[in-house]
């Protein structure tokens, strides 16, 4: 990839050019292949002087892909520079929407592995090579190296990264060397050989007859064998430290103004023709030609720079600060000048603190500021400003912004505080969030734990839109009344509160719509996977909760939504062991809602079966809660109570709980579980004897559910409570609303491990053209038995009993034949699908832990047991989703008991599907197609009580008297061949529990 002159000036992307005479190796470039077909990073760790720049070089010049080359200095010890330096150089293989910011995380509170991985997953898919040379300046640099690890793991595959070093990286970088994620090529790699130092010496026109000596004196260091070539063989050993008395020779041969014009201009890692004027004056363009004209050693040239090796560069550098001192901090000052002219301010900062001169540092740090604040670089502004010292920036409101941003964004919330606390008191706050409007936002974040405060602040400052943001998610989590959304826009780093506002609010189709549109994109805002759940799209909240960057799925804020996740799906114990690592690592949020684990790992208890354990979690909770403000929280947390509560029989305790929560969630249209606390509270009055109040709490519940789209939080309550239904259902008997809340009681979805990355196999078992999918392409398999291994296979995905796996498909067969058999369907299914069965602990086996499995029965009740989770039309596009998937009996065809007893359960759940589909287009007024639905399902199962009695109830609304006795003449008639009539079912479901033997049948 070549680059222009603007691409040259960029920090970081000057990239040298080769020597005039360069020594080419065709085994370095096939021990860096070799090495890249190993791992897509490598990393060469050698002594200055080594050729790992040349070598670099020449290696991307025989490749078929472009090459990016990043050049570090001492200023990419700040990680988010070093990160902000990757993503600008590698702009054209970033889709166009990320490269308006170098900084794709979010900025608050992203900490630096997390916006690494971020950052990496922004790189798109196409091959390239990346070259990060002079790494060696992160060897001190504990969270640059991990930052850069972490980049360099997360980059796609296709993207080579070629790492070079004249020191060992440590930490994370040498586990990953380690653990083989990153291939080594050392200084024994680069050495000559034997055969390559003759020719070094045949292309330097040296005397060949000199080989074997300079071979002994050298070992093979690139750079001692090509000075003693050039200059001659000296006594000394070429050791690994470029000999300063070569260094010398160079210097004492050139013309004494141009011997001063490279130390002079040794401050800049690239000279070029401006530079050299800045530093020497008029006579730097003259200068600047002649050193260019003589091909010097360790100097290479671009077509608008001289780049001085490393190691010669050092050198010049020492030579001048123990020779002229003075001089080397004039040439300092001016370079720094030339920087800050050129737009290069944080550079120019870097250098006058290098020589400590902090008042033109202060000076280049309020140009610079804005900069690192807009890729979030705390460490360094909070470097630069103790160097430059607190008392100096104390007067720069715009720096004394910054410097409480940085706090902030390092986490150290104490110190935070105590600054906002104390520029209040004194009045200098105003000038801050003047001038810097993005600072009230941060400063009301930061006083979240203190909601009055945190409030006062945004009455009495002005900010900019981040901190109508603020507003919005303190008044949903602490107001009494309702918190109006602020209009959208693009939120940025502040789309995390301002989603959490929208969640608190039970705004949760709002919430999901802020998911990425590309279903592959990370997600960046753990909070959009909430919507997804409480909008009953179970699926989508899984796959987009494995589409977390791993280092965001590590903090506790995301361990809580996973719990929800988990919770959602059905397990409970999941979800407490989730929320117990979320509890334990809960100080690490910068977020004021850690109130939210506990009082949820409570509830998940009272779900698992504990109630003693949740209560003491819940009252401990809410009491802590009470005194916070946090009054969103408090109200989840008297919900959840109040259900402990009636759980343990204190339904007069549960009543006030529930009482107070249902006021306040109302007033403040705060209806996230509004359902769930109305729902009890209707049992709660119905136990302690007010049965008006009761029923209303109830309408209260059905209502709100309704309202919002969303059952998520009323079914565990009918669950704990089923008495609700019961006494619902009696005040209308027709509707049977409250019982209609769970689509399909029978569906028990088996739990599916997430999974990314290995063979996709799919299994299609229903019906005539059923088949097994491997990699989205039909494999048309005419033998049944390998379906049904495929089938039983799916069903257990922890694993399944060789022995009893062999016995279910071969059940008449003997030990020895069966066995014969067995091994003759798995080594076919081998064949047809590249999966061998895995044995795992013990005698299980089953399917490789990284394969894809997408089998349509379990589809099918994971999305009949999700259409629970919605109402309306959306309840009935879900079903209709749900029933598309049957085209047919389960395994058409097996006489196996297991697989008979599947297709039944499954016609049982499709009936259950069938029937609320009907009964849903009847509420919704559109009669012609419940009719339509419910023929379908009489043809399915012409004994279906329920579908004649809501057949008979569709032709009295829009047929006539005769059409609607001639449905009861049907059913009669059917259902007569049983010896049963019309109405039997239902009169078997209403009969009171404590009664025993068969419903004596009677007339509908």
């Keep these: 990839m070549t680059t222009t002159a603007d691409d040259e ?168 060397l380690v653990e083989g994620g990153i291939s080594l090529v050392a200084d024994s790699d680069l050495a000559l050989t034997e055969e390559e130092n003759r020719q070094l010496a ?97 100097t290479t040239m671009s077509d608008d720079a001289v780049v001085y090796h490393s190691l010669f560069r050092t050198f010049l550098q020492r030579t001048l600060l123990s020779t002229e001192p003075r001089r080397h901090a004039l040439m300092v000052r001016r370079y720094a000048g030339h920087l800050a002219d050129s737009g290069r301010v944080e550079e120019a900062v870097e250098q006058y603190l290098s020589i400590d001169a902090r008042d033109e540092a202060l000076l280049a740090f309020d140009r610079a500021a804005e900069g690192l604040l807009a890729r979030s670089d705390w460490a360094t502004f909070l470097r630069w400003a103790e160097r430059i010292g607190r008392d100096r920036i104390t007067t720069n409101p715009r720096l004394m912004a910054g410097l409480i941003r940085s706090l902030f964004g390092q986490h150290r919330f104490e110190d935070t505080i105590s600054l906002i606390r104390r520029l209040d008191v004194t009045g200098s706050l105003r000038a801050c969030t003047e001038a810097d409007p993005a600072l009230l936002a941060t400063a009301a974040w930061a006083l979240q734990s203190d909601v009055a405060e945190a409030h006062r602040l945004l009455d009495r400052y002005r900010g900019d839109y981040r901190s109508e943001v603020l507003r919005f998610m303190t008044e949903a989590t602490c107001g009494l009344r309702p918190a109006t ?27 999901r719509r802020l998911a990425p549109d590309d279903p592959a994109a990370p997600v960046l805002n753990p909070n959009v996977v909430l919507g997804m759940c409480f909008t009953g799209d179970l699926a989508d909240a899984r796959d987009s909760l494995e589409r977390v960057p791993p280092e965001l799925r590590e903090r506790p804020h995301t361990r809580y939504i996973e719990a929800v996740v988990q919770l959602a799906e059905g397990d409970a114990e999941a979800s407490i062991a989730t929320l117990d690592a979320a509890l334990h690592n809960r100080e690490r949020s910068p977020y004021a809602i850690s109130p939210a684990y506990p009082m949820f790992h409570g509830w998940a208890l009272l779900l698992a079966g504990r109630a003693e354990e949740a209560l003491t979690e819940l009252e401990r909770s809410v009491e802590a809660t009470a005194r916070s403000g946090h009054l969103a929280l408090l109200e989840w947390g008297q919900a959840f109570l109040g259900c402990a509560l009636l759980t343990l029989d204190r339904a007069a305790e549960a009543r006030g709980f529930l009482e107070e929560c249902v006021r306040s969630m109302k007033a403040a249209q705060r209806r996230l579980y509004l359902p769930l606390a109305a729902a009890a509270l209707s049992e709660a009055q119905a136990r302690t004897g007010d049965p008006d109040a009761a029923h209303e709490a109830a309408e209260l519940a059905q209502h709100t559910a309704a309202m919002m789209g969303t059952t998520m939080s009323l079914l565990p309550v009918v669950t704990l409570f089923p008495a609700i239904a019961e006494r619902e259902d009696r005040h209308d008997p027709s509707g049977r609303r409250w019982r209609r809340l769970v689509v399909a009681p029978s569906a028990r979805p088996v739990r599916r491990p997430a999974t990314r990355g290995g063979v996709h196999l799919a299994l299609q078992p229903f019906g005539a053209n059923r088949d097994v999918l491997v990699g989205g392409v039909p494999q048309h398999i005419g033998r049944l038995k390998i379906i049904e291994l495929t089938a039983l296979l799916v069903l257990h995905p922890a694993g399944v009993d060789r022995a009893q796996l062999q016995s279910r ?80 009996p389960y395994l058409s065809g097996s006489d196996l008991a297991w697989a008979e007893e599947r297709r039944t359960h499954l016609a049982v759940v499709e009936e259950e599907a069938r029937l609320e589909l009907v009964s849903l287009l009847l509420d919704l007024g559109r009669p012609e197609a419940a009719r339509d639905e419910c023929e379908i399902l009489l043809r399915l199962n012409r004994y279906s009580d329920p579908g004649y009695r809501l057949l008979v109830q569709i032709e009295r609304s829009i047929g006539s008297e005769t059409s609607a006795l001639a449905a009861y003449s049907r059913a009669v008639a059917a259902l007569g061949e049983l010896g049963l009539r019309p109405g039997d079912a239902r009169r078997l479901i209403d009969r009171p529990r404590h009664a025993v033997g068969p419903a004596a049948p009677t007339g509908a």
């Design 485 to 511: 959304p602020p209009v959208w826009r693009e939120w940025g780093d502040f789309e995390r509160p301002f989603s959490w506002g929208l969640f608190l609010q039970g705004r949760t189709k709002e919430l």
């Design 202 to 298: 045949e292309l330097l026109a040296s005397d060949t007859g000199q080989a074997a000596k300079v071979m002994r004196a050298t070992g093979g260091w690139m750079a001692g064998a090509v000075f003693s070539y050039r200059f001659g063989l000296h006594e000394q050993s070429r050791t690994n430290h470029l000999p300063t008395v070569l260094m010398s020779a160079v210097l004492e041969r050139l013309p004494a103004e141009d011997a001063q014009f490279l130390l002079d201009t040794s401050i800049p890692t690239a000279v070029t023709r401006e530079a050299a004027t800045a530093l020497c004056g008029d006579d730097g363009h003259r200068l600047w030609d002649t050193v260019r004209s003589r091909h010097l050693p360790a």
């Design 9 to 176: 000036r960029r920090a970081g992307e000057t990239r040298p050019g080769l020597p005039g005479a360069v020594l080419h190796r065709p085994r370095v470039d096939q021990l860096l292949e070799r090495s890249f077909a190993r791992s897509p990073a490598v990393l060469i760790s050698a002594a200055p002087g080594a050729g790992k720049t040349v070598a670099a070089q020449l290696y991307s010049a025989a490749l078929d892909r472009p090459t990016i080359w990043v050049t570090l200095d001492g200023s990419h010890v700040s990680p988010h520079r070093l990160l902000a330096t990757l993503l600008d150089a590698l702009r054209d293989l970033r889709p166009a929407q990320a490269q308006g910011s170098t900084n794709p995380a979010f900025r608050i509170e992203a900490s630096l592995p997390e916006a690494a991985a971020v950052a990496a997953g922004t790189i798109q898919r196409r091959p390239a090579l990346l070259v990060i040379d002079e790494c060696q300046y992160l060897m001190l640099a504990d969270e640059a190296r991990h930052a850069l690890g972490t980049f360099v793991v997360g980059a796609p595959d296709t993207l080579r990264v070629l790492l070079l070093s004249s020191g060992a990286l440590k930490g994370f970088i040498e586990h990953r």
């Design 809 to 888: 498909l071969f059940p008449d067969a003997s030990l020895r034949n069966g066995g014969n058999h067995f091994r003759q369907v798995c080594f076919k299914f081998r064949q047809i699908t590249g999966l061998a069965l895995d044995r795992r602990h013990g005698n299980l086996v089953g399917l490789p832990g990284d394969t894809v499995v997408d089998a349509a029965d379990l589809q099918f009740e994971e999305l009949a047991r999700s259409a629970s989770l919605v109402t309306g039309q959306e309840r009935v596009e879900r079903l209709r989703r749900t029933l598309a998937l049957v085209s047919g």
